[in-house]
């Protein structure tokens, strides 16, 4: 049977679905909110760690829910699009029917949770897919996955630039098309919800007991707070440090393409060589690659295009690899156990928490104003330590906890 025969094609789209929802909206909700209506760098910052709070309860219990819905998944998930779709509507394309902020708030709280319960039933679906896949299952899946939750984040990344040039509310054509990739991803996984029932323990505490999966819990945390770092802060860098704003779209979409046609080829390396040691070179080179970062400035665009090429292409390890070593694990530990992806969602989403509370108000307290070019030497140098330097050490402390980690055969399948 062909891999496209296991219809690992409408996985890729499923979760190019999920990536338009993730990082994106990072990236480009706060500046919108603060560019379109004056809403300030530190209440947003506040806003969204707030909803990363209410992450701690709702995730667990979202894993649940999904637990409790695995025989009527399908019909689960469409209704979580659904609300996924018309929050993304009313948060980019509807004018605010209150306050600003509280606007924010509230559009934010649909996307998240739709997006969260998406996430647990996606992942939690495909320890089942991957049991069925020939040779290591969950790399073979994870390479279909993530390559396509990459092209999604570059398409969303990069759609409100590019319509932005062409008509005059970009986001709501950004918001239309949300909806239309909703609904083709649906119909594509629409006979992929059965056969989620596989034997096996289930709950929170059957993953917490197991020591391999809360240490990955604990790398998975460390590993994408630079990510979330960078996506939290790269329009403001682009705009103040390399002051080339117009170049903001490109310079995203070249990162994640790179990321996307890498992944691949890691997955690849993982099946030969295990995925421990092939993620351990990857995670030292983004630290070499974006090192350099540190010294750039203004005018400086074709280095970080370097840089944007390099750093994309090592990315596509960490979101490939990664995950699959977590889903190999829960297929041993608790194959059953969807809350096992509440905590993986949880701890992916608290990163972005830790980068909204504590790097837009530290911005914002160094002086730095969005949108301007009058910036002091103490704002860009803030801003280009908070960019470049603090992902760097963040990635330094994920490369110790993972080269602690003793991996089983089993991890690795």
Same mark, same amino acid.
């Given at each position: 049977?062909?891999?496209?025969?296991?219809?690992?094609?409408?996985?890729?789209?499923?979760?190019?679905?999920?990536?338009?929802?993730?990082?994106?909206?990072?990236?480009?909700?706060?500046?919108?909110?603060?560019?379109?209506?004056?809403?300030?760098?530190?209440?947003?910052?506040?806003?969204?760690?707030?909803?990363?709070?209410?992450?701690?309860?709702?995730?667990?219990?979202? !894993?649940?829910?999904?637990?409790?819905?695995?025989?009527?998944?399908?019909?689960?998930?469409?209704?979580?699009?659904?609300?996924?779709?018309?929050?993304?509507?009313?948060?980019?394309?509807?004018?605010?029917?209150?306050?600003?902020?509280?606007?924010?708030?509230?559009?934010?709280?649909?996307?998240?949770? =739709?997006?969260?319960?998406?996430?647990?039933?996606?992942?939690?679906?495909?320890?089942?897919?991957?049991?069925?896949?020939?040779?290591?299952?969950?790399?073979?899946?994870?390479?279909?996955?993530?390559? !396509?939750?990459?092209?999604?984040?570059?398409?969303?990344?990069?759609?409100?630039?590019?319509?932005?040039?062409?008509?005059?509310?970009?986001?709501?054509?950004?918001?239309?098309?949300?909806?239309?990739?909703?609904?083709?991803?649906?119909?594509?996984?629409?006979?992929?919800?059965?056969?989620?029932?596989?034997?096996?323990?289930?709950?929170?505490?059957?993953?917490?007991?197991?020591?391999?999966?809360?240490?990955?819990?604990?790398?998975?945390?460390?590993?994408?707070?630079?990510?979330?770092?960078?996506?939290?802060?790269?329009?403001?860098?682009?705009?103040?440090?390399?002051?080339?704003? !117009?170049?903001?779209?490109?310079?995203?979409?070249?990162?994640?393409?790179?990321? =996307?046609?890498?992944?691949?080829?890691?997955?690849?390396?993982?099946?030969?060589?295990?995925?421990?040691?092939?993620?351990?070179?990857?995670?030292?080179?983004?630290?070499?690659?974006?090192?350099?970062?540190?010294?750039?400035?203004?005018?400086?665009?074709?280095?970080?295009?370097?840089?944007?090429?390099?750093?994309?292409?090592?990315?596509?390890?960490?979101?490939?690899?990664?995950?699959?070593?977590?889903?190999?694990?829960?297929?041993?530990?608790?194959?059953?156990?969807?809350?096992?992806?509440?905590?993986?969602?949880?701890?992916?989403?608290?990163?972005?928490?830790?980068?909204?509370?504590?790097?837009?108000?530290?911005?914002?307290?160094?002086?730095?104003?969005?949108?301007?070019?009058?910036? !002091?030497?103490?704002?860009?140098?803030?801003?280009?330590?908070?960019?470049?330097?603090?992902?760097?050490?963040?990635?330094?402390?994920?490369?110790?906890?993972?080269?602690?980690?003793?991996?089983?055969?089993?991890?690795?399948?």
């Amino acid at each position: 049977m062909t891999r496209s025969a296991h219809q690992l094609p409408a996985y890729a789209l499923f979760a190019s679905l999920l990536a338009a929802a993730g990082l994106p909206i990072y990236i480009h909700a706060p500046k919108f909110f603060v560019d379109e209506y004056g809403v300030s760098l530190g209440a947003l910052g506040t806003v969204l760690f707030a909803l990363r709070l209410l992450d701690v309860v709702q995730d667990p219990l979202l !894993g649940r829910l999904s637990q409790a819905l695995r025989h009527r998944r399908g019909t689960a998930v469409a209704v979580g699009v659904a609300l996924m779709a018309v929050s993304m509507f009313a948060l980019f394309a509807v004018p605010p029917l209150l306050p600003p902020l509280l606007w924010f708030a509230l559009t934010l709280t649909g996307v998240f949770s =739709a997006f969260s319960f998406l996430t647990i039933c996606f992942y939690a679906q495909g320890v089942a897919k991957a049991a069925q896949l020939p040779g290591r299952g969950h790399l073979v899946l994870a390479r279909w996955r993530e390559t !396509g939750a990459l092209l999604g984040v570059c398409a969303a990344s990069v759609l409100p630039v590019m319509l932005g040039l062409v008509m005059g509310a970009p986001f709501t054509g950004f918001a239309i098309g949300f909806a239309a990739l909703g609904l083709g991803s649906v119909f594509a996984m629409r006979g992929e919800w059965r056969g989620a029932d596989i034997a096996g323990p289930t709950g929170i505490a059957v993953v917490l007991r197991d020591p391999i999966a809360r240490r990955l819990l604990l790398i998975a945390l460390f590993n994408a707070a630079p990510v979330a770092v960078t996506s939290t802060l790269f329009l403001f860098y682009v705009e103040s440090v390399l002051r080339a704003p !117009g170049w903001a779209g490109a310079l995203l979409l070249l990162f994640f393409l790179s990321a =996307a046609v890498a992944a691949p080829l890691w997955g690849k390396l993982a099946e030969r060589f295990s995925p421990k040691p092939v993620l351990l070179s990857a995670m030292g080179l983004a630290i070499l690659v974006f090192a350099g970062t540190l010294l750039l400035g203004a005018g400086d665009v074709a280095w970080f295009v370097l840089v944007c090429i390099a750093s994309g292409a090592v990315l596509g390890a960490d979101l490939t690899l990664l995950p699959a070593m977590f889903s190999a694990r829960m297929a041993v530990v608790a194959p059953q156990a969807a809350e096992g992806f509440g905590l993986w969602s949880l701890v992916s989403k608290f990163a972005l928490a830790f980068a909204a509370i504590t790097l837009l108000p530290t911005l914002q307290a160094s002086g730095f104003d969005s949108g301007t070019t009058g910036n !002091g030497p103490v704002a860009i140098s803030t801003l280009i330590w908070l960019y470049a330097g603090v992902p760097c050490g963040l990635k330094l402390l994920a490369i110790g906890f993972l080269a602690a980690t003793p991996m089983q055969k089993d991890d690795e399948e």
